[in-house]
T-cell receptor
């Protein structure tokens, strides 16, 4: 089962920042927070991941709270092409070192013109 | 590096037929994962390979499903005696290293069983 909780849907105006929340209150010390997104009929696309510190790359920023029980994915200037389902995933050694990604239902982000 | 490649992209088959899908991971990625995704749901884990060894299979992977990864390179997923409930997107992902390294997905194979 997914170890994260996300809102089912969110809206954002084009050009504004999109802030997608995720709760992972049972995260353990060696588990990472990963974000993927999936545009309709395509495979999931990796966005960013982090362990404790905030992270930034060319796509997004990841803010992880100090207690690591929640995080926020920030798309600084959302465009219409950012409309997708966004998945927040806690990934760790679930036994056998397979490091599999366990997806929930994600958040459908709709960017409006 | 061309990313994870899956073939075919679409497959329509009649119930009872066998189908085989292929996944070519990113070169030198030692870990390979298969997922299945039905409409409105997130991807569900099916099985995992480290190099050529299949180390975990989900209970979703019935006896009609078999996966191989000969020589630790490409992988195949075969479904025997397909059923309408097998209609889904089948996704492949690969990664190198441990939990802190990202996994990359292919574009998937859309299977429709009629």
């Amino acid at each position: 089962d997914a170890k994260t909780t996300q809102p089912p849907s969110m809206d954002c105006a084009e050009g504004r920042a999109a802030n997608l929340p995720c709760n992972h209150s049972t995260i353990s010390g060696n588990e990472y927070v990963y974000w993927y997104r999936q545009i309709h009929s395509q495979g999931p696309q990796y966005i960013i991941h982090g362990l404790k510190n905030n992270e930034t790359n060319e796509m997004a920023s990841l803010i992880i709270t100090e207690d690591r029980k929640s995080s926020t994915l920030i798309l600084p200037h959302a465009t219409l092409r950012d409309t997708a389902v966004y998945y927040c995933i806690v990934r760790g050694d679930s036994g056998g070192s397979n490091y599999k990604l366990t997806f929930g239902k994600g958040t459908l982000l709709t960017v409006n013109p | 590096d061309t990313g994870v490649s899956q073939d075919p992209r679409h497959k329509i088959t009649k119930r009872g037929q066998n189908v085989t899908f292929r996944c070519d991971p990113i070169s030198e990625h030692n870990r390979l994962y298969w997922y299945r995704q039905t409409l409105g749901q997130g991807p569900e884990f099916l099985t995992y390979f480290q190099n050529e060894a299949q180390l975990e299979k989900s209970r979703l992977l019935s006896d009609r499903f078999s996966a191989e990864r000969p020589k630790g390179s490409f992988s195949t997923l075969e479904i025997q005696r397909t059923e309408q409930g097998d209609s889904a997107m089948y996704l492949c992902a690969s990664s190198f290293g441990g939990v802190g390294t990202e996994a990359f997905f292919g574009q998937g194979t859309r299977l429709t069983v009629v």
